[in-house]
């Protein structure tokens, strides 16, 4: 059976997660033949860079997929939803960052240092890849499940304004332009009150100011208090790791940083816990970089983590109250291992699945 390289398109290209995809599709083995570049019909006609040759964005419709093997989607989900399944129908295969199709029962939800078969299985035509921060999360905690065995999972999330979006961003750096050199932040509301409407001028996602302050609320309300991204942190857990009963909770919140989400994890095993051995397995697991010696000022900040693949895990240490319990505080790229290159990374592992010549 002769064999080709399969082909590619990035549907979402001149987005903030598309730009990365180009940057990893430049940076990797390339494993590529062709790659077609898709937007929505006001960015068509644009020139990008990837594999260091100029290419023409096209307009987002049915024929784009004529002749592609797999798209990468990197979409909001009302877009996913309407034209993944139609990707999916002209034997594409479709890997999907967006959140409409994680917890379809036949899809599979896929973090290839975790659970890379489960991407073979998908009756829909469809892999899905988590929430970003889950994926800050997951190749650390899985890690030290396979050892433990993992029972219960706290978490707070300290997020980049980049999670919601290019508009998070913008709001953001307007705003620390609007508080830098003042005397703000010593009184109730001072904050709030010199942004006024600049943060609606901005076109802010975030519910108070982000800027000299923290936003305990991230996603749409998912009822009963809770946050569509805390919600997304215990199902995708749960499905990712195949333990349906796990008990996980979580609060995120968003932080002054541009980019790299950052994590307190409290993680309870079936198994008493050593910080040496669980040393020993996050430094050599795949995709986790242990950083680890906080008297000596060693452990991981988002601005020192941005950019890069790995997540970055430091304060290890036992449960002052629990021996089958370990806190860690742990950093990842929301852009990268985040969106970008999990799915870059799944990608890749169904174009190992065709002939080569």
């Not at 953001?172 to 409407?197: F, S, Y």
């Not at 994890?265 to 051995?277: S, T």
Request: with cysteine.
């Amino acid at each position: 059976m002769t064999g080709h390289r399969p082909s590619l398109a990035v549907v979402g290209a001149t987005g903030a997660i598309g730009g990365v995809m180009l940057r990893i599709l430049s940076q990797h083995a390339d494993v590529w033949g062709e790659v077609r570049l898709v937007a929505s019909p006001r960015s068509a006609g644009r020139k990008l860079v990837v594999r260091g040759e100029e290419s023409e964005v096209l307009a987002l419709a049915e024929d784009v997929f004529d002749g592609i093997d797999v798209a990468l989607f990197l979409v909001p989900d009302e877009v996913s939803a309407r034209w993944a399944p139609i990707a999916a129908s002209k034997g594409v295969v479709v890997i999907d960052d967006s959140a409409a199709f994680r917890l379809d029962d036949d899809v599979p939800l896929v973090v290839p240092e975790i659970n890379p078969h489960a991407a073979r299985l998908r009756p829909r035509g469809i892999v899905a890849s988590p929430n970003c921060t889950t994926l800050s999360l997951i190749v650390a905690v899985g890690a030290l499940h396979a050892e433990f065995g993992l029972r219960e999972l706290i978490v707070s999330s300290y997020q980049a304004v980049s999670g919601a979006g290019r508009d998070g961003v913008a709001a953001l750096r307007e705003q620390l332009a609007l508080v830098a050199g003042t005397e703000l932040g010593t009184q109730p509301g001072d904050v709030r009150r010199a942004l006024g409407d600049s943060a609606e001028a901005t076109g802010s996602p975030f519910a108070a100011p982000v800027a000299l302050n923290v936003v305990p609320w991230a996603g749409t309300d998912a009822g009963d208090g809770w946050s569509s991204e805390e919600i997304a942190i215990r199902e995708e857990c749960r499905k990712v790791l195949g333990l349906p009963d796990l008990k996980t909770t979580a609060t995120c919140v968003y932080v002054p940083v541009i980019a790299t989400h950052s994590m307190s994890v409290h993680a309870r095993f079936e198994n008493e816990v050593a910080v040496g051995k669980a040393h020993e397995i996050l430094a050599t697991a795949p995709g986790v970089v242990l950083f680890d010696s906080p008297a000596s000022g060693d452990f991981p900040t988002p601005s020192d983590v941005v950019g890069t693949d790995p997540t970055w895990v430091g304060r290890v240490r036992r449960s002052m109250d629990d021996p089958h319990a370990l806190e860690m505080f742990l950093c990842g790229d929301n852009l990268r291992k985040g969106a970008a290159l999990n799915v870059a990374q799944i990608a890749e592992s169904v174009a190992a699945e065709f002939p080569r010549a």
